[in-house]
């Protein structure tokens, strides 16, 4: 049985009255003749942003991506090109805006604008995993693929780099110290995991990780008190000793320190 590609189907529908409209709207302001704005870089971009502004964000795209085949080049391609970019990623298109804003770079590598096309990648790959249903229950991103993640991270890092002064550099650096956190949470997870199966070595090599990449993670204390009980099962008592000091130094209110 042949299977209908419900959303390709609706964009072609979409695209088909969109430019249907365009066309009679055109021949009734002109009697029939004259030029169909829609037809015109102008036009499309104008259609394209209206229909973005009321959520219409399938038309969007096609209207968007209809102009970059049509005209290839121009001040009104290049900003649908970046435009379409968000258009995608609240369509939950993420791979689809992480494409568009690295065609947008390689094209326009030196544009102002850049800023933004990194960051719709940076929050493309941040977004992954959630739901309409997000307003209620939270997403836990310790528990989401890492590799999103640790994507969004290096864009945010990128643009803050590169560009310190961007009216994105903030929420960037706000985003990059919530995802340190979440990620450092999800090796202490997975390290309780281990220990809790009486894979000591497994648990501290997660530790080490942890401690490694994310130093200055709000979870640091636990996972030293972990770190600590698992080496003290080892039996490897001077490692024990330097870890509870360290935890000391670092937290000397952890209540780990008069349990072990």
Not at 95 to 119: F, G, H, Q
Not at 171 to 188: C, G, V
Request: one cysteine or more; proline letters at 3%.
């Amino acid at each position: 049985m042949i299977r209908l590609n419900t959303t390709r189907y609706r964009r072609w529908l979409t695209t088909f009255f969109v430019v249907s409209s365009l066309i009679l709207t055109a021949c009734a302001s002109s009697g029939g003749g004259g030029t169909n704005s829609g037809d015109t870089p102008e036009g499309l971009y104008g259609a394209a942003k209206r229909a973005l502004t009321r959520g219409d964000y399938l038309t969007a795209i096609d209207l968007f991506e209809s102009l970059g085949a049509q005209f290839p080049f121009g001040t009104y391609t290049q900003k649908a090109q970046l435009e379409v970019t968000y258009a995608y990623y609240k369509q939950d298109e993420y791979d689809n805006a992480i494409a568009a804003a690295d065609r947008y770079i390689k094209l326009y590598p030196r544009d102002e604008t850049v800023d933004y096309a990194m960051y719709m990648k940076g929050l493309s790959n941040f977004s992954r995993g959630g739901s309409p249903m997000e307003r209620f229950f939270p997403r836990k991103l310790a528990y989401v693929d890492q590799n999103w993640l640790r994507s969004a991270y290096v864009e945010f890092d990128s643009l803050v780099r590169r560009y310190p002064d961007s009216q994105y550099a903030e929420d960037a650096i706000e985003r990059m110290s919530y995802l340190r956190d979440e990620m450092a949470r999800h090796e202490l997870i997975t390290a309780r995991y281990y220990y809790n199966r009486g894979a000591m070595v497994a648990s501290v090599n997660r530790v080490i990780y942890l401690l490694e990449h994310f130093k200055d993670s709000k979870h640091v204390p636990n996972a030293l008190a972990l770190m600590a009980s698992a080496q003290k099962s080892l039996g490897q008592l001077d490692l024990f000793e330097d870890t509870l000091r360290v935890l000391s130094e670092t937290d000397p209110e952890h209540p780990a320190l008069a349990r072990l």
